[in-house]
């Protein structure tokens, strides 16, 4: 693990570094301190009466079963309130972990029919959406035919769009995004008049969607809105498109959960938002479940599933102001996307760090509830207003914007990294004339972590003893995190990505692995990969991936090649060789791929692990071909070949 930290050296932009970025226009503003002792003695009187009742549950000799039908018992409380406050999402709210259970159930039926797609499942739940959507699409048509009607496709505004660089005039745009709206209508409309709503292209259609409706909200943006976009856009990784490239986007069916990479300033979205796709594509199971909603949704719908694996991405038809911002369709998406990949990375990394059993994860999911419904208690015991919006607002930033699983050893641990990013975070929903709630906002901030400290602190045993440990403190979530991906046909779109994202990966074969930022496949006519190339630093692993002596990132720190894949034959100045151990020094060897791949060249040495196995062949010069095309040439120096039939898992490391 150390070795891999070392290589992982790639930039990544720190916390207050993002917050100086975000707040270096922003003027200073002087804080005066507020005395909130009634307020607090309060709260340490009801965090007494807590830890009294945790300890109670811990020591009853009836713990389990006591303390398992008191969560179910306001689980179900707490679901009925939902249910009522959102009644277009009542399937979900009514019981949250049922929901994902029974979706898990339609994708494995879906499984036996469509193989090469699970997701195909009908989700009939989404049918009053998807309606939404199709009548609000027939009076975007109407506004945009009625602009259409209205403008002139005049010499000057032609030759204005050719001088701007711009591939399509006003009224090109305009009869294009016609052509596009009646396209998504059709797809709705085949959906609607058969009543089979698949879930996989209710989410792409929502995406879609969103992005159609918000092509034209950005020029409304008020002046600080439109230049805190761009900050906003490459931390969300949304790229603005004209309507040509959003109706190749939309006919190539392009994944609603990567456009672009997110920029280096939002290190974390990095570090989920690929393998939160990957999991979202995959063909085994599913991992969790994605709802596009059309509805306002309030901080309780959000901190209600946020123990369960269910993933809200809002489709909105007007601009949503939040967090400083205000995001049109389509960057409204990405930006719930961002936030639902680093709050599934947290609470994948904490599962994975603590080894956690189903029961366990089913149990911890009812604790959550609970805790948070113990929350508002204590928000609602506030007397003074200010501090009691301090309260709420940075419980709902840890937990919601940052991702922090509602768990009493990850708010101790996390809760106060990028303090500086909170306050800038402040200071510009501010600027933006947004709402935040309260002032003196350095004073309410220390009581308020000091109130939320004594709160978990007091849960902490149920914790240690759901766990029956000390929960992991997990430092680092990438160390947790990365998402290993077994390959096979059907999943050889994961190299593609990786291709496509310049991610740090670690690839391993039956024999070896590298480590580096994959930059080219090829693959046989079949479809399996048969070659690859890593850009820049890249170091060759054991199949315990650990790094083989020699094969640092200082001997390959201009890149790596080779080929991959079962051998036809093997030869050694012109002897038939069945196994590399029979090859010497000096030799002249070629090797012949089944995929017709050829290697050739003055054999060096072997690389052997610590059993005894060859996992690299290294030649003092080579050539490798493939058919007319030149692999590796003699010139570039010594070659060392990697073995390996197949490749056998990837990994994403950044």
């Not at 707040?23 to 009801?46: H, N, R």
């Not at 601009?319 to 049109?328: E, I, L, S, T, Y």
Request: net charge positive; charged share 25%.
């Amino acid at each position: 693990m150390k070795e891999t930290k070392r290589f992982l050296n790639n930039m990544k932009w720190s916390g207050p570094l993002t917050a100086l970025l975000i707040a270096a226009a922003i003027p200073s503003i002087s804080q005066a301190e507020a005395g909130q002792c009634g307020a607090v003695f309060q709260i340490e009187t009801q965090a007494q009466e807590a830890k009294r009742e945790v300890v109670k549950l811990v020591n009853s000799k009836e713990k389990a079963q006591t303390l398992r039908e008191q969560l179910e018992t306001n689980y179900k409380a707490r679901n009925e309130v939902l249910a009522k406050r959102y009644p277009q999402l009542e399937y979900i709210f009514k019981d949250p972990e049922a929901f994902v259970q029974t979706m898990k159930q339609r994708f494995e039926a879906q499984k036996r029919i469509t193989p090469e797609d699970p997701r195909l499942f009908d989700f009939p739940e989404a049918a009053t959406t998807m309606k939404d959507i199709r009548a609000d699409l027939e009076a975007f048509r109407q506004e945009v035919a009625v602009d259409l009607r209205s403008s002139k496709d005049t010499f000057r505004n032609r030759l204005a769009h050719t001088f701007l660089g711009r591939r399509s005039s006003k009224v090109e745009t305009l009869s294009k995004t016609l052509s596009y709206i009646h396209k998504l209508q059709r797809d709705l409309d085949v959906m609607i008049e058969s009543n089979h709503y698949p879930y996989r292209d209710t989410v792409y259609t929502l995406y879609y969607y969103s992005r159609i409706r918000g092509i034209f909200q950005f020029k409304d943006l008020s002046t600080y809105y439109q230049v805190a976009k761009y900050i906003d856009m490459s931390m969300h990784g949304y790229r603005r498109l004209n309507i040509d490239a959003e109706l190749n986007l939309y006919k190539a069916k392009e994944s609603p959960i990567i456009q672009v990479r997110s920029g280096k300033i939002a290190h974390e979205f990095r570090v989920a938002e690929v393998p939160f796709r990957e999991s979202f594509e995959r063909l085994d199971t599913l991992d969790f479940v994605i709802i596009p909603s059309t509805h306002a949704l309030g901080s309780s719908a959000f901190m209600h599933v946020l123990p369960h694996k269910i993933h809200f991405l809002g489709a909105t038809n007007t601009p949503v102001p939040a967090d400083g911002f205000n995001r049109p369709g389509g960057l409204f998406w990405m930006h719930d996307v961002r936030h639902e990949a680093d709050r599934f990375m947290k609470m994948t990394s904490y599962r994975k760090a603590n080894n956690m059993t189903a029961k366990q994860e089913e149990t911890m999911a009812l604790l959550s509830q609970q805790w948070q419904a113990d929350f508002l208690k204590l928000k609602n015991s506030i007397t003074d207003p200010e501090l009691k919006a301090s309260v709420e607002h940075y419980h709902f930033y840890t937990h919601h914007d940052v991702g922090v699983p509602l768990v009493p050893s990850m708010f101790l641990s996390h809760h106060k990294d990028g303090m500086a990013v909170y306050y800038a975070f402040l200071f510009h929903k501010r600027n933006a004339g947004q709402e935040i709630g309260f002032k003196n906002w350095f004073a309410n901030t220390r009581k308020t972590q000091e109130i939320l400290t004594k709160f978990w602190q007091e849960r902490l045993p149920l914790e240690q003893q759901l766990l029956r440990k000390e929960p992991v403190h997990i430092t680092k979530w990438e160390d947790w995190f990365p998402m290993t991906y077994k390959l096979d046909k059907s999943q050889v779109s994961v190299l593609n990505r990786a291709v496509e994202s310049g991610s740090l990966v670690r690839l391993q074969t039956d024999m070896a692995g590298v480590d580096g930022a994959l930059s080219k496949v090829i693959y046989s006519k079949d479809g399996a990969p048969i070659f690859v190339q890593f850009s820049g630093a890249a170091r060759l692993l054991d199949r315990a991936s650990q790094e083989l002596p020699g094969q640092g990132v200082s001997v390959h720190s201009q890149g790596y090649s080779s080929p991959i894949g079962a051998i036809k034959q093997m030869t050694a100045d012109g002897i038939v060789k069945s196994e590399f151990s029979q090859i010497r020094e000096n030799q002249m060897v070629e090797i012949q791929y089944e995929s017709g791949i050829i290697v050739k060249g003055q054999m060096k040495g072997l690389t052997r692990d610590e059993s005894g196995a060859v996992n690299v062949v290294t030649f003092k010069t080579a050539e490798a071909v493939y058919g007319e095309q030149m692999l590796y040439k003699p010139e570039w120096g010594s070659f060392d070949l990697m073995i390996g039939s197949k490749i056998q898992s990837f990994e994403f490391l950044n």
